[in-house]
């Protein structure tokens, strides 16, 4: 199985590890940086999942995905950014990580 994943965060570096226990390959993003819709798109090529950032992941995109593509998971709790109809018409399951970034968002909510 081959896993992609779009985050980039140096201080994600623990789910590149974890991902290893789940996946033969996994395909990381190179960039350090949010991806560009191509770039997604060549990530992914023959990837069974991804774990996915802040990038769109729209219709236009969904229709040319793998067809080895079953899952996508958001890291984070929210989904606005993966349109859920076009996973569920290329059955595309599509998952979050609830308190993934809790620790991040009370250290920005003290902040201010």
């Not at 229709?63 to 709790?77: D, R, Y």
């Not at 308190?99 to 920005?108: K, L, M, S, T």
Request: proline share 4%.
């Amino acid at each position: 199985m081959i896993g992609a994943i779009s985050i980039s965060q140096e201080k994600y570096n623990a789910i590149h590890e974890e991902a290893f226990r789940f996946f033969n390959e996994i395909v990381k993003n190179p960039f350090g940086r949010q991806l560009k819709r191509e770039e997604v798109m060549e990530l992914w090529q023959n990837a069974d999942a991804i774990i996915a950032g802040t990038e769109a992941y729209t219709r236009e995109m969904l229709e040319q995905a793998p067809p080895t593509l079953k899952v996508i998971s958001k890291h984070g709790v929210g989904v606005d950014n993966i349109d859920l109809e076009a996973c569920r018409d290329k059955g595309i399951r599509v998952c979050n990580t609830p308190g993934a970034n809790a620790v991040a968002v009370a250290e920005a909510a003290l902040a201010l």
